[in-house]
């Protein structure tokens, strides 16, 4: 749409209008930077000082330079987008002169249509760019310097994915890799330090949705779209650490994150590596897309969640439908295991989520949530007796196991929420978003930490999942995102709670 532009005198007029009451302590902003010259002799300090408000006079000197670079943006703008349309029209008269015109004589249309419109659609993106560039410049100079601390820093890109990647985890036993699962119809296990991909595991006909490894054997659980569930086998060989990268950025929400165009990450998938190819265990009981699957404590059972509204509960070592979990009433979306204790809890689009309890193998009771308005994305537990719980309507909320009767804590957010984590050690949440955004919080609510996102590292596309790594004595935090990339940050967990 092109920039309406206006007089001066008219804006003053409407200003002037009667029905236009102002307070006696509002701002007032006048225009600085349009074509209209000041009267001669009065200077920017007679025009504020000539105004009524209680701001500041450098508050108000700085707002005035600020609103001015918008009004030059703006022109800028309006000015470019004369321009092309002079090009448009150009254009349209030498393809009519050309005689290129559809047959029917209306050289409005067809060809000529065509071309206007793919024209019309340059113009829409190119002024779209160059709005959120101009802005973004702007409103970065209203944020606060912070300090030097690096309270993230990135530790590895993993690429190596043909498509985007919906899950990942990292292993519970010795040697320890991260693990992710793709569209692409494949999982790869990688080295964390250097970020090869030490194996490939292909066994699946459709999209790879989730991963989960087994609490001490060298095992992992995949869920796909083929309506399965297999239980596959790995052995890998780290190779030797390399020195680690000299990227670090902050971590806060006063991080300079200038967005750059959606796009792919480059790639032709990974070099030649091992690659498994058939499962121990092929789970097959469901009807529909297998979204996600989690061991139970000690690895002798699992459980599926699947789009035909049921989660299967299995022996790992007969691979025997042991029961099948059903009441939610549209498809599920997550399911996850207590570390604990033989506790289940599934999500659901029918906005709810609910919590099985397997501890009396007599008595297997279900126990229904109700406190998001839309697709449960995720729950999990924590190490405590707390769940936690994501959803598409833009909230996370923190339950207390004793009384789930309401949250004992709600964090309210600007997008979507997808497969969210809890640090075991030091109880942090970590937020995917839809809106390439990864952010850190207590259980509590209290924002912690936004991480960094810009031209140089980040997401370019929505962040799907998030898994903590705390051995070691370190706190590592994995991304991934539908960029088809997964990302490895080193959290400085003792800055981040000084910061709160």
């Given at each position: 749409m092109p920039v309406e532009g206006g007089s001066s005198s008219g804006s003053a007029s409407a200003a002037r209008h009667p029905k236009q009451k102002r307070k006696a302590h509002s701002l007032s902003i006048r225009r600085t930077n349009s074509t209209e010259e000041r009267p001669g002799g009065i200077q920017r300090g007679d025009?504020?000082?000539?105004?009524?408000?209680?701001?500041?006079?450098?508050?108000?000197?700085?707002?005035?330079?600020?609103?001015?670079?918008?009004?030059?943006?703006?022109?800028?703008?309006?000015?470019?987008?004369?321009?092309?349309?002079?090009?448009?029209?150009?254009?349209?008269?030498?393809?009519?002169?050309?005689?290129?015109?559809?047959?029917?004589?209306?050289?409005?249309?067809g060809a000529l249509k065509t071309k206007a419109s793919h024209s019309t659609s340059q113009?829409?993106?190119?002024?779209?760019?160059t709005?959120?560039?101009?802005?973004?410049?702007?409103?970065?100079?209203?944020?606060?310097?912070?300090?030097?601390?690096?309270?993230?820093?990135?530790?590895?890109?993993?690429?190596?994915?043909?498509?985007?990647?919906?899950?990942?985890?990292?292993?519970?036993?010795?040697?320890?890799?991260?693990?992710?699962?793709?569209?692409d119809h494949s999982a790869l296990l990688w080295s964390i330090e250097t970020g090869k991909c030490l194996l490939r595991y292909a066994g699946h006909a459709g999209s790879v949705n989730s991963i989960k490894f087994h609490p001490t054997e060298q095992m992992a659980l995949t869920a796909s779209g083929d309506q399965t569930a297999h239980i596959w086998r790995y052995m890998v060989q780290l190779p030797a650490p390399q020195p680690p990268p000299d990227v670090s950025a902050l971590c806060d929400e006063d991080q300079d994150s200038s967005d750059r165009e959606e796009g792919e990450v480059d790639g032709e998938g990974p070099c030649e590596v091992p690659t498994v190819r058939v499962a121990t265990a092929t789970l097959k009981s469901h009807q529909g897309v297998v979204i996600a699957a989690d061991w139970l404590v000690g690895g002798r059972q699992v459980v599926t969640a699947s789009w035909d509204r049921a989660a299967n509960l299995y022996e790992v070592e007969t691979s025997e439908l042991v029961h099948t979990l059903t009441g939610h009433d549209q498809e599920l979306t997550h399911c996850c295991t207590?570390?604990?204790?033989?506790?289940?809890?599934?999500?659901?689009?029918?906005?709810?989520?609910?919590?099985?309890?397997?501890?009396?193998?007599?008595?297997?009771?279900?126990?229904?949530?109700?406190?998001?308005?839309?697709?449960?994305?995720?729950?999990?537990?924590?190490?405590?007796?707390?769940?936690?719980?994501?959803?598409?309507?833009?909230?996370?909320?923190?339950w207390d196991l004793k009384n789930m009767r309401s949250p004992i804590a709600t964090i309210r957010t600007d997008s979507a929420v997808n497969r969210i984590s809890v640090s075991a050690n030091q109880k942090i949440i970590a937020l995917p978003h839809d809106n390439r955004q990864v952010r850190l919080f207590d259980m509590s609510g209290v924002r912690l930490a936004r991480l960094p996102r810009s031209n140089r590292m980040g997401h370019r596309r929505m962040v799907c999942c998030t898994t903590w790594n705390e051995e070691n004595q370190s706190c590592n935090l994995f991304t991934c995102g539908f960029d088809r990339?997964?990302?490895?940050?080193?959290?400085?967990?003792?800055?981040?709670?000084?910061?709160?």
């Open positions: 025009m504020l000082d000539g105004q009524d408000s209680k701001l500041p006079l450098a508050l108000r000197s700085n707002l005035l330079d600020l609103f001015g670079q918008i009004e030059r943006e703006f022109e800028n703008l309006y000015i470019e987008n004369l321009e092309l349309r002079r090009e448009i029209e150009s254009l349209n008269e030498r393809l009519t002169g050309d005689g290129q015109a559809v047959e029917g004589g209306d050289p409005t249309k113009l829409s993106q190119k002024l779209k760019t709005y959120k560039a101009s802005t973004s410049k702007i409103v970065s100079s209203f944020k606060a310097t912070t300090g030097s601390r690096a309270l993230c820093q990135l530790l590895k890109e993993y690429v190596g994915h043909r498509d985007g990647i919906w899950d990942l985890s990292v292993t519970r036993t010795q040697p320890v890799v991260l693990g992710t699962a793709s569209a207590h570390p604990t204790q033989r506790l289940v809890v599934t999500s659901s689009r029918d906005t709810t989520f609910r919590l099985w309890d397997f501890r009396d193998p007599s008595i297997h009771s279900v126990n229904v949530f109700q406190g998001h308005t839309d697709t449960v994305t995720s729950a999990v537990f924590t190490v405590g007796d707390n769940v936690v719980s994501g959803s598409d309507d833009r909230t996370v909320k923190v990339q997964a990302i490895g940050w080193n959290i400085n967990i003792p800055a981040l709670l000084q910061e709160k």
